[in-house]
Structure formats: C-alpha cells, structure tokens
C-alpha cells in the first residue's frame, strides 16, 4: 500500500506558477508509476499528467502541455508538478496517484482505474 499527500497548492494569479509535491510512503516508491489527475467544480475529475516508474515516459493532457511539467526523484520518494502559465481554468483540486503495478502503459496513463492509491487532493485557485 503507498501513502500519499500533495502540497504546494494555494492561489496564484493568472500567469503565475506553483509547484505541487506528492510524498509517497509504503512499499518500493520506484516500483509505481504516477500520474496528477484534477477536479474542478461541477466536473468529473480528469487526467493532467503521469510518469512512468523510471520518468522516461511523461503524457500529458493537451490543456496542460508546454505549461507543466511532471517529474520524479525516487530517491526522495516524491513526484512534482510544475504549473506554469496558470490560467483560472486551471483551477481545480489536485490529485496525486499511484498506479497499480503491472497496469500503468501509455495508453491506460489517463484511465482512473490504472491507479490504485490517491491523495487527499490540493487546492489550487488560479484568480483572474
């Protein structure tokens, strides 16, 4: 089983940038890939980003590409997702994710069923 808890959410003017942090605790770190998913609200959650267990793999969503950026350091147990040139329809609560072993490929990363541990979520309010 892998804990996980975001931070670094808050609000930022449209343009800014933050950072999100995804700590993860439990089994092996390395052995998961992971992905960043987001809810607005009034929405069904959606897909952002993902990493593979090594970070060579990175797919993003097509609202969120050439603005952020997902990485990894396994020795710290943690994934990143770096959000520049925010826009206020990026606002949204943010989840981290762990997928389950053996399902995360490039084609199920943005299925919600490819993961198996989440966060708590993290606000993140982007003003206009």
């Known amino acids: 089983q892998v804990q996980l808890v975001e931070s670094g959410g808050g609000l930022v003017q449209a343009g800014g940038s933050l950072r999100l942090s995804c700590a993860a605790s439990?089994?092996?770190?390395?052995?998961?890939?992971m992905g960043w998913f987001r809810q607005a609200p009034g929405k069904e959650r959606e897909f952002v980003a993902a990493?593979?267990?090594?970070?060579?793999?990175?797919p993003y969503a097509d609202s969120v590409k050439d603005r952020f950026t997902i990485s990894r350091d396994n020795a710290k147990n943690l994934v990143y997702l770096q959000m520049n040139s925010l826009k206020p329809e990026d606002t949204a609560v943010y989840y981290c994710?762990?997928?389950?072993?053996?399902?995360?490929?490039?084609?199920?990363?943005?299925?919600?069923?490819?993961?198996?541990?989440w966060g708590q979520g993290n606000q993140v309010t982007v003003s206009s």
């Open positions: 994710a762990a997928a389950k072993v053996n399902s995360w490929y490039i084609w199920t990363a943005s299925k919600d069923r490819t993961y198996g541990n």
């Open positions: 439990g089994r092996t770190f390395s052995s998961n890939a």
């Open positions: 990493i593979s267990r090594s970070g060579r793999n990175t």
